[in-house]
């Protein structure tokens, strides 16, 4: 009969869905962090950092540490906790919640408990998104902007957006398609943005003289 797995391991599985939807607006600086405390092998870092698109390397990420065990899972949960993930993923304040109790012996128990269930974890997200008024521009909506923005989507990262021109020559390095590009520019300017970074406010910068994009490629940003 195999073992039941560990406690850090079904909890970190439990919200995999969640991490991979508010990760990936800056997977990179998740995957930075994760090797900086060690939590994975040398090929799984290269495996994960070649990975062009967020949500998938974040997908990746969490599977290879769930891989390499109760430990390494561990190590993850508590850098959720670290103040500069909370202060970059605000949405991720839900994890200081999540409590794994352990025994010294290391053994699986089904009596311990693993986090809060299920219910309770959707309260804590549902009530972190009311308290901030509107909910913040999904990964689709940035998308199908990305999709609508052309060749001066430069100018508008710097004059629209507020980047500065190092981190767009960075993202032009780091993606090859124009889309990619795009969309990653949009994605750290939700991570900046924080709770500000709402559909509204972005299609209120993107509707500005100076981006001269047609309002049908932005109105999507408005709708429900």
């Not at 891989?67 to 899972?73: C, F, K, L, Y």
């Not at 060749?151 to 980047?163: F, K, T, V, Y």
């Not at 509204?200 to 994009?213: E, F, G, Y």
Request: glycine share 4%; with cysteine.
């Amino acid at each position: 009969m195999a073992e039941e797995p560990a406690a850090e391991i079904q909890l970190l599985r439990s919200l995999k869905v969640k991490l991979i939807e508010i990760l990936s607006a800056d997977a990179d600086f998740v995957l930075q962090h994760a090797d900086s405390r060690c939590l994975m092998s040398v090929p799984g870092y290269q495996k994960v950092k070649s990975c062009r698109v967020p949500s998938e390397k974040m997908t990746d990420l969490l599977d290879h540490i769930i891989q390499r065990g109760p430990e390494a899972a561990r190590g993850l949960l508590e850098l959720l906790k670290d103040q500069a993930l909370q202060e970059t993923f605000p949405m991720l304040r839900f994890i200081k919640d999540v409590q794994v109790n352990t025994l010294s012996s290391g053994k699986s128990n089904p009596s311990r408990k693993i986090g809060p269930s299920p219910d309770l974890q959707e309260s804590i997200l549902s009530k972190q998104i009311c308290t901030k008024g509107p909910s913040l521009v999904k990964e689709k909506q940035l998308m199908v902007v990305a999709r609508a923005i052309g060749r001066s989507w430069r100018e508008i990262g710097r004059l629209a957006l507020d980047i500065p021109s190092v981190k767009l020559e960075q993202i032009e390095e780091d993606h090859m398609l124009h889309v990619e590009r795009v969309f990653a520019m949009l994605g750290l300017w939700r991570t900046s943005q924080r709770e500000k970074a709402t559909a509204a406010h972005l299609h209120s910068l993107l509707s500005q003289k100076d981006c001269a994009l047609p309002p049908e490629s932005i109105d999507s940003l408005l709708e429900d």
